[in-house]
């Protein structure tokens, strides 16, 4: 597993030991670290120190261990990341996963579920939207995804692997990295701080609980056939970001947590592409997945664990 120590592959790499599942995770810097951590934990688990942007050590992991198959989670996630470093997140996104599939194909590894994004799409031309959309992305990081995703398809053409690509959205729970709703919100809001986001009010986006997305991608690696190679695995839903707030208020009566009227900026400075709702359907009746938290007990779940992690640290 790519990319294993991260706020995703740590999660699954999680949830694959746990089932008894052997796994090999790569990662670098302080993701390596947590993957250390983890281990102490898990036996089953092999920790790679290696950046899949290193050929040699890539291919030398895959000879080394030879595995069944590859969950691609490593990548700059994000668009503001994308606008921040365009030049590294396509030495990382596309030349990094360039490196992972010349290593499957020499080493005879022959299936790899990627974890791609709803940002393939752009703006969305409907409110609920399924894998046949067209695919538009606005920023660095959508176009990278996507291009791995077509990469992904000239490998099957062309050396035999099979790539599937699991399209995210918006995902969180505890332990979220960055500072982004909804979980900013319930961080403010368990704290007794006030938050008011400056726009995005009527935005609908897809937010995706960690554990749904953790077993959609885990229904995913255990499915042998797939019709497809693109799949959703996000909520089914789209509340706007005023109702996220709202229900951050429900949680936490008194929070003092709003969104004014406006695009949603990511920074502060870059419109959010047009977005909505995810159609699952595909997933479900390939490999069975639905999603089993709603916003409200996402959001109460995170809650709940950010306000253990205060009552540690006090």
């Known amino acids: 597993m790519t990319g294993a120590g991260g706020f995703l592959g740590n999660a699954l790499a999680r949830a694959l030991l ?30 790679v120190k290696a950046d899949i942007c290193d050929a040699e050590a890539v291919e030398a992991v895959f000879r080394k261990e030879r595995p069944d198959v590859v969950v691609h989670c490593a990548a700059v996630v994000g668009v503001l990341a994308s606008l921040a470093s365009p030049t590294q997140l396509f030495r990382v996104n596309v030349e990094g996963s360039v490196n992972v599939f010349e290593a499957m194909a020499r080493q005879a590894c022959g299936r790899m579920i990627h974890i791609s994004s709803e940002e393939v799409y752009g ?5 609920r939207i399924d894998e046949t959309h067209r695919e538009a992305p606005i920023h660095a990081y959508g176009i990278s995804k996507l291009a791995v995703e077509h990469l992904g398809r000239s490998y099957g053409a062309t050396r035999g692997l099979q790539v ?61 056939e797939h019709p497809y190679d693109a799949y959703h695995v996000a909520s089914d839903s789209a509340p ?11 949680l936490v009566p008194g929070a ?35 999603p089993q938290f709603d916003l409200r007990a996402g959001l109460a779940a995170t809650l709940e664990a950010h306000r253990a992690l205060l009552a540690e640290k006090n």
């Open 18 to 47: 746990s089932r008894g599942d052997f796994v090999i995770g790569l990662d670098c810097g302080p993701n390596a670290h947590a993957l250390e951590v983890l281990s102490r934990r898990f036996p089953n688990l092999t920790v």
């Open 123 to 127: 703006d969305f031309l409907a409110s």
């Open 164 to 224: 599937i690509n699991i399209r995210t959205s918006w995902v969180y729970g505890p332990g979220f990295p960055r500072d982004r709703v909804p979980v900013n919100m319930i961080r403010a809001a368990a704290e007794g701080r006030a938050l008011h986001v400056p726009g995005g009010a009527q935005e609908r986006i897809d937010h995706t609980y960690l554990e749904d997305a953790v077993a959609g991608i885990v229904g995913a690696i255990d499915c042998v």
């Open 240 to 250: 706007s970001l005023a109702e996220v707030a709202g229900i951050v208020r429900d």
């Open 256 to 290: 003092d947590i709003t969104v004014e009227p406006g695009p949603y900026l990511h920074g502060g400075e870059i419109a959010m592409p047009r977005k909505g709702a995810l159609d699952c359907s595909r997933a479900r009746e390939v490999f069975g997945y639905r």
